[in-house]
Structures are given as structure tokens and as C-alpha cells.
């Protein structure tokens, strides 16, 4: 009785230290987040309905969903929005796996060797997306690129692979560079996952038998599912975003094939002064990482429970 | 006592001075006009001491005015520009080239230049120097400099694949021909060197290729992507591109580089590559012109074309200093000094007026290459179709030119798929 009567003491203690007062505190944050963030979000739905051409000094016509709906029939659109999901998922996927993999790798790493092999490793991450773009770009070039000199001096191809001119190859070959970076970002923070794992836990794996395989899937595995559902959450909209390195590195071409949502964006609105649309592609955008992350977290909570 | 007394008042009386000449200086700032420049002369290493220079040397001769250089990059000044004059904060003058010129014109926010523009200016301005620079009848944009594309040639190249060095092609079958004697002999060369990436500037280099077929895929008089010339042009692109003639995806300035090096047999590029693989080879100029040629673009079905690089003065209708603003502009054009310092001696272009009034400057321009462009390359210019849809247009020809040279789609499907994606 007298543990339950305490712990209620306890859970009560917040509620009467709770100073109503202290709610208006966080005023200032929300005028803050209501003009840097707010403001431009509604401002983009209101630009969406729009038809507004920065080029145009007229007032814009309203035009209802007329962008939204010549955007349903906008094959770049539809092409951008596929590849967008190739290259967020497909880089996220595999740079989590090997992220993963050289976090096992290395865990029984200790002293100098680890630091050393650690800090190898994370030196990719530290390079800036830019000139991680131009550095593959360069590799790639189809003649004079290192990749190329390589393969073709080791007798491995007999003539130059064209790897960002081939419209088949060029986002697969965008990709490796995007993982090559972002891997180093998921090797941190399992390396750190996995060091928080109770000892207790890995004893009685230990004590019960268990092999690398099992002791891994079983016990390893479910500890680092929130760090994985986490970091993959703000790499999928990082990656979503990411507009730097394929811009650098092709432009969205050959042809359309490695456009994403982004560079689609920044042709309209940059290129083509098309506001009115492009915030409409913006919006749709908005729309789908904030369901993303709406399933994610849903997904995560309900794995806490 | 009275010795103390008239230190005071001589004291006094310096101070009072001093305060005075304060004052007049103050008044005499304050009379002084400051002019904004927004230009990316001044942001690129080659160019800037050159600029820097016609802008001391014309404040020295005009103390009443003041230069502000606004340092804006190539690719940023148009954006930056549009954003500025819908703002209400554009710069008094501004660089602009291409498409982008256009791009302003069409917003309106330009002042009209032809009351500005003297009866012997307008004279001495070279013929087609302000093509495509009027909207409505009125010259929204001065030409400051031309630089044309040429198509430069490297008799080095040519002799060593049994080619007479001073006969570049002219038709597109002499080129193919070319094309092949090079790539058979010399594999490490690259045969051809154009720009096939994607965006505006590619566009317009690619342009008299396309009008060397007859294709007019956009614009007035366009036949449509789906024309047979068209298709003839996308065609011959596929095949040369899978022959192994051109190198795909590279922007042309990555290819100058490898032009000094003596890495590219024909190049079609503007006539300040002259000055870049010169700086890149430290090549003499007796070296250069023994070594590369240049001379108007092949022709297949269509005629020899070339495309206006040169780059135009613009002045907002906002600003508030428009005679000052017009005396600047008319300084960077027409000035021998800033013609010399500046036009030809950094950015390797030719002036847009016929006589500068300079001897030792109109020698210059008599050099073979400066003369090629002048006699030969200048008359073939053709207007582009310049406005707010070419960046469109762009996106969707340019898309088609590189699923042609890299995919493997029918060059009927990239037509129609160009065709559809053209601004209707």
C-alpha cells in the first residue's frame, strides 16, 4: 500500500507544479515558427491556386485547381515523382544495410584500430554533398574518368561505360554516390545503438547459446529497430530533398532520367518563372512526406506500446 | 594675454574653416550619383581586373558619379534580376546575355533605349548587333559585346588523320567523313566537341545544328520535333554519338580544357575559347593560329547558322538616375580604353560597333580569328526563338537530344515525346 500510495504521489507532482502562466511561455516560439514556417506553407497553397508567372507584373488569376489538375497529366511529373522514389528509398535501403552491416563489422573493435577504422569510415559523411557530387561526376566521365581507366586497364570492359550518359544507368550510378556519402551517417548511430545494448541482455544470449546469426536477429536486431526507423525517417526526407547532388552531377538528364521532384521544381520555378505550378508540385510534395512521416511515427509508437 | 587671445581666435577661426570645408565636402558626396551595376564580369576571375578597371577608369573621368559593382553569378543573375525588379529594388545597370535578356524584356521593368541612343551611335552600331533586342519596335537592351559561336578546327588533328588542314568540311557529309578519318586514326581524340547537356545555354548552342538540318522544332516559322529535318538532325546526333564522335553529357566549357591540350579535332564554341586555351597552353599567338582555324558551322540540308554569346546592357525603367546609368553604358561600349581592357582584352569578344577610333584596336580586330568572326561567322547569326517558353522549349528539346545520343528509344517516339513536351 504504502509503495502504491507514493507512486501516485509521484505521477501526481507534475500536475501541482504545473503553473498555468508558464503555457504562455511558449508564445514566442510559435509567432516564430507561425512566420518561418507557417507563413511560407500557406503561402505556397494560396501560390497553388494561382496562375502566377514571376515574369507576368500583372495580378495573378485565380485558377482554382487547374495547376493540380494539369499536374495529374504531366508526364515529367509523374517520371519525376518515380524517380524520386527510386533514389530516396533505394539509397536509404541500401546505405541503412551497409550502415548496418560495418557497425557489426566494427563493434568488437577496441582502441586505436577501431578509432582509426572509425574515423575512415565517417570521412565520406564529413565531405560536402557538393563536392561529393563533382568527385563522382569526374570518376564517371566517360572518357578520361578514373572508373573508367580502371576497369578498362583491368580488362574488366572493353570500352568506356557511358555512367551519367546512359539514361538507363545514370540514377543507379547517382545513387552509389548518395550512398557512398550518407552510409558513414547510419554506421554513427548503430555503432552507438549497438554500444547502448545492455550487457545483461548479450550475457544471457551468451549464457543460453546462442550463435552470431541469432544473437544478431534475435537480441541485436530489435534493439536497433527505433534507431533504424528514426535515422531512416530524416534520411528518407533529407534524400526527398536533395537537390545538390544530382543537379551537380546531371542536371535531372540524360533526358528526364534521373529528374526528381526537387530539380522539377527548380526548372519550374527558376527556369520557367511558373510559380503558380511549382507550388503546386510543392505542395503535393508537402503533402506526401508529411503522410510519410505521419506512417512512420504511427509505425513507431505503436512498436513502444 | 593678447598673445593667448589671438591663439584662441586664430584657433577659432581654423576650427570655423575646418567645419566649412567639412560641409562643402559633405554637399559636394551628396551631389554625387551612385550607379548600381549587377553584373557577373566582376565575379569571375578572368573577367574581373578587366571590368574593375573600365569602372575606376570611367569614374575617373566622371567624378560625379559613383560605380557600385554588384557581383552576381552567370547562372543567378537572371533569377536574381527578375526577383529584383518585381521587388522594386532592381540595380541601376545590369550585364544580361541570351534568353535572359528576353526574359527581362518581356516583364516591361526595362527602360526603352532608342531615345538615349544618338543618330551616330546608332550608326556605328555593326548591322544585326541589336537583333532580337526590341520588343514593340523599342531597343530594351544595348548590345555591349558579340561573341558568336564559331567552328574551330585543329589542322594538327587534320593532317594526322590525312586531312587537308585548311579545308574544314562544310557540309555535314564532309564532316562525317572527317568525323571518321579522325576517330580511326587518333582514338584518344575527341572528334567533336558540342554541348548536349540540359538547360537553356545548350539550347541555343544547339540551335544552328539544328537549322544546319532545316529543322526548326520551336519559334516563328517553327515545322514542329516530329518534322522529318528534325528527325534527320536527331538521327545523325544517335549516330555520331554511337560512333563514338562526341562526347555526351559534358558541358562546353569541360571541353576547352581538353581543346588546349590538343584533344579535340572541331569544337563549336564562341570566340573567347581563343583567349582560354591560350591561357590554359600559354600558346603564342603565331602558335594559335598555326595550330587552330575557325570557320562557319557545316551545313547539311539547311545553311551555315551561328548563335549570338554576346552579352547586352540593360537599364530599369525604376531607376533614378537613367543619364548617368545611359553615360556608363555608352562608356563600356564604346570607350577604346574599355574596348581594350575589357571587350577584347578579357572577355575575348569583338565590340558591337563598327569603328572604334582606335588604330592600334582596329588592328587587333584584323587577327585572323577576330577576322573570321567578323567576315565569315557574323552574317550567318540567326535569331533564336528567345522569350518565356525557350526555357521550356529548352527543358524538352534538349531532354530529346540526350535520350537520342545516350537511350535507346525510337527517334520517332523522341520526337513526338519532344513535341509534347514544347510549350503550346
Known amino acids: 500500500m504504502p509503495t502504491q500510495a507514493s507512486s501516485s504521489q509521484v505521477r501526481a507532482a507534475p500536475r501541482r507544479r504545473r503553473e498555468p502562466w508558464l503555457d504562455w511561455m511558449v508564445l514566442p516560439t510559435l509567432v516564430i515558427m507561425a512566420v518561418v514556417v507557417g507563413y511560407p506553407i500557406v503561402y505556397t497553397v494560396v501560390l497553388s491556386v494561382e496562375d502566377y508567372n514571376l515574369l507576368d507584373f500583372t495580378p495573378a488569376d485565380y485558377i482554382g485547381a487547374a495547376n493540380y489538375a494539369k499536374l495529374a497529366g504531366d508526364p515529367i511529373f509523374w517520371a519525376s515523382l518515380v524517380n524520386t522514389a527510386i533514389y530516396t528509398f533505394g539509397s536509404v535501403g541500401l546505405s541503412a544495410l551497409l550502415g548496418l552491416a560495418l557497425a557489426l563489422l566494427t563493434e568488437n573493435l577496441g582502441g586505436a584500430r577501431f578509432r582509426a577504422i572509425r574515423a575512415l569510415l565517417l570521412t565520406p559523411w564529413a565531405v560536402p554533398f557538393v563536392v561529393v557530387a563533382f568527385l563522382f561526376r569526374y570518376m564517371y566521365l566517360q572518357n578520361g574518368g578514373i572508373i573508367n581507366a580502371v576497369l578498362l586497364s583491368a580488362g574488366i570492359i572493353d570500352a568506356p561505360i557511358p555512367w551519367l550518359n546512359s539514361a538507363v544507368i545514370a540514377l543507379p550510378a547517382v545513387m552509389i554516390a548518395n550512398i557512398w556519402a550518407m552510409t558513414p551517417f547510419f554506421f554513427l548511430l548503430l555503432s552507438a545503438a549497438l554500444s547502448a545494448i545492455p550487457n545483461e541482455v548479450l550475457e544471457s544470449a551468451r549464457v543460453d547459446r546462442a550463435g552470431t546469426w541469432g544473437m544478431i536477429w534475435h537480441i541485436k536486431l530489435p534493439f536497433l529497430r527505433n534507431p533504424l526507423l528514426i535515422s531512416s525517417l530524416l534520411m528518407v526526407i533529407s534524400n526527398f530533398n536533395d537537390f545538390a547532388k544530382i543537379w551537380a552531377m546531371t542536371q535531372g538528364g540524360p533526358g528526364y532520367s534521373t529528374s526528381t521532384l526537387v530539380v522539377y521544381v527548380y526548372r519550374l520555378a527558376f527556369e520557367r518563372f511558373e510559380f503558380g505550378y511549382a507550388s503546386a508540385v510543392g505542395v503535393i510534395w508537402l503533402i506526401m512526406l508529411m503522410v510519410f512521416a505521419w506512417i512512420y511515427m504511427r509505425a513507431l509508437r505503436m512498436e513502444n506500446r | 594675454m593678447i598673445r593667448s587671445q589671438s591663439r584662441g581666435l586664430a584657433l577659432a577661426t581654423i576650427s570655423i574653416a575646418a567645419l566649412a570645408a567639412g560641409m562643402t565636402g559633405t554637399a559636394s558626396a551628396g551631389d554625387k550619383i551612385t550607379l548600381t551595376f549587377a553584373n557577373w564580369a566582376a565575379a569571375e576571375g578572368t573577367t574581373r581586373?578587366?571590368?574593375?578597371?573600365?569602372?575606376?577608369?570611367?569614374?575617373?573621368?566622371?567624378?560625379?558619379?559613383?560605380?557600385?559593382?554588384?557581383?552576381?553569378?552567370?547562372?543567378?543573375?537572371?533569377?536574381?534580376?527578375?526577383?529584383?525588379?518585381?521587388?522594386?529594388?532592381?540595380?541601376?545597370?545590369?550585364?544580361?546575355?541570351?534568353?535572359?535578356?528576353?526574359?527581362?524584356?518581356?516583364?516591361?521593368?526595362?527602360?526603352?533605349?532608342?531615345?538615349?541612343?544618338?543618330?551616330?551611335?546608332?550608326?556605328?552600331?555593326?548591322?544585326?548587333?541589336?537583333?532580337?533586342?526590341?520588343?514593340?519596335?523599342?531597343?530594351?537592351?544595348?548590345?555591349?559585346?558579340?561573341?558568336?559561336?564559331?567552328?574551330?578546327?585543329?589542322?594538327?588533328?587534320?593532317?594526322?588523320?590525312?586531312?587537308?588542314?585548311?579545308?574544314?568540311?562544310?557540309?555535314?557529309?564532309?564532316?562525317?567523313?572527317?568525323?571518321?578519318?579522325?576517330?580511326?586514326?587518333q582514338p584518344n581524340v575527341i572528334p567533336l566537341a558540342i554541348d548536349t547537356t540540359n538547360r537553356a545555354f545548350a539550347l541555343s548552342s544547339n540551335w544552328p545544328w539544328m537549322q544546319s538540318f532545316g529543322a526548326v522544332p520551336v519559334g516563328n516559322g517553327a515545322t514542329g520535333a516530329e518534322s522529318k529535318e528534325m528527325k534527320a538532325y536527331l538521327t545523325w546526333m544517335r549516330e555520331i554519338a554511337k560512333a563514338g564522335y562526341i562526347d555526351p553529357g559534358r558541358k562546353i566549357g569541360e571541353f576547352r580544357p581538353l581543346a588546349a591540350q590538343g584533344n579535340v579535332a572541331f569544337i563549336w564554341d564562341q570566340v573567347l575559347l581563343k583567349g582560354v586555351m591560350q591561357g590554359a597552353s600559354g600558346m603564342s599567338d603565331d602558335d594559335f593560329y598555326k595550330t587552330w582555324g575557325v570557320t562557319t558551322l557545316p551545313a547539311g540540308a539547311g545553311k551555315p547558322a551561328t548563335f549570338e554569346g554576346g552579352h547586352q546592357l540593360v537599364m530599369f525603367s525604376s531607376g533614378k538616375n537613367k543619364q548617368a546609368a545611359w553615360k556608363f553604358i555608352e562608356y563600356l561600349t564604346t570607350s577604346p580604353d574599355a574596348i581594350a581592357n575589357y571587350t577584347i582584352g578579357v572577355n575575348s569578344s569583338l565590340p558591337s560597333i563598327k569603328e572604334t577610333g582606335d588604330a592600334s584596336l582596329d588592328a587587333a580586330l584584323g587577327t585572323p580569328v577576330f577576322k573570321a568572326f567578323s567576315d565569315e561567322i557574323i552574317p550567318t547569326l540567326a535569331p533564336q526563338p528567345y522569350g518565356p517558353d525557350f526555357a521550356a522549349a529548352a527543358t524538352a528539346i534538349m531532354a530529346g537530344v540526350q535520350e537520342a545520343v545516350t537511350g535507346t528509344q525510337s527517334i520517332d517516339d523522341i520526337a513526338l515525346s519532344i513535341q509534347q513536351g514544347l510549350p503550346q
Do not use: C
Open chain 2, 49 to 185: 581586373p578587366g571590368i574593375e578597371k573600365a569602372i575606376a577608369d570611367f569614374e575617373a573621368a566622371n567624378p560625379d558619379i559613383d560605380v557600385v559593382s554588384e557581383a552576381i553569378s552567370f547562372s543567378e543573375i537572371a533569377r536574381q534580376l527578375v526577383l529584383r525588379a518585381r521587388s522594386g529594388n532592381p540595380p541601376d545597370v545590369a550585364q544580361i546575355a541570351g534568353n535572359d535578356t528576353a526574359l527581362l524584356g518581356f516583364t516591361g521593368a526595362l527602360e526603352p533605349l532608342d531615345g538615349y541612343v544618338s543618330k551616330e551611335l546608332a550608326a556605328n552600331l555593326k548591322q544585326g548587333a541589336d537583333a532580337g533586342l526590341r520588343k514593340d519596335g523599342a531597343l530594351f537592351a544595348f548590345p555591349w559585346n558579340q561573341s558568336p559561336a564559331g567552328f574551330w578546327y585543329n589542322k594538327d588533328i587534320m593532317q594526322k588523320a590525312g586531312l587537308d588542314p585548311n579545308k574544314p568540311p562544310r557540309t555535314i557529309d564532309e564532316l562525317d567523313a572527317a568525323l571518321a578519318a579522325i576517330k580511326s586514326s
